[in-house]
């Protein structure tokens, strides 16, 4: 399954709006047939805060479907299963509270975004519950990435907000991906 950009439907009037989130037949008609069992949700309060690029490794990968409920992120997937044609590219989508784009993210591919502004929240759908010993990730910074590296968009200068674990996470180059390349190389998002 490839990474997707997903635009759900508002309706609206007066009072506001009203939109689906997830429907299992919905997202079946995507190809999406994963099941949902953890729902996670951040708040990140500094503007320029990223986190990631995280995954869980096999037997417990996850399925991300991810969405901004407060401001603005840019959200990022990088394809890191092994042979796959396109091994360390990326897609990005801008994220937010207004536009209610999600993104998801199929397991092979590491995760991460960056907050375009203060007071940002994201929740997120997991196809498998959190497992400590089989958290990943990469470094959110490697030069190795297709086109040079990935173009976070920030002002010139500007670092951003990390976990420590964050910092040090390995490079792409010293990573030994236990993820199959399933014959679906990542495509732009549409």
Request: glycine share 10%; with cysteine; proline share 11%.
């Amino acid at each position: 399954m490839p990474v997707q950009l997903i635009r759900p439907r508002r309706f609206g009037d007066a009072r506001g709006w009203f939109t689906e989130v997830h429907s299992e037949p919905a997202f079946a008609k995507l190809g999406i047939t994963c099941r949902f069992v953890q729902d996670n949700h951040s708040l990140s309060v500094p503007a320029f805060t990223l986190r990631g690029l995280h995954f869980q490794t096999p037997p417990r990968g996850q399925d991300k479907l991810v969405r901004c409920i407060r401001g603005r992120i840019w959200d990022v997937a990088v394809d890191v299963r092994k042979g796959s044609p396109t091994y360390g590219r990326w897609v990005s989508a801008e994220l937010s509270a207004e536009n209610g784009h999600q993104l998801f993210i199929p397991i092979g591919f590491a995760h991460g975004f960056l907050t375009l502004e203060p007071d940002c929240e994201v929740t997120y759908k997991c196809s498998d519950t959190y497992a400590p010993d089989c958290d990943g990730g990469i470094r959110w910074d490697d030069p190795a990435f297709s086109t040079g590296g990935i173009d976070w968009p920030m002002p010139p200068g500007t670092v951003p907000e990390l976990s420590a674990k964050d910092a040090v996470q390995p490079l792409l180059a010293d990573f030994d991906s236990p993820f199959p390349y399933d014959g679906r190389p990542l495509g732009p998002l549409v």
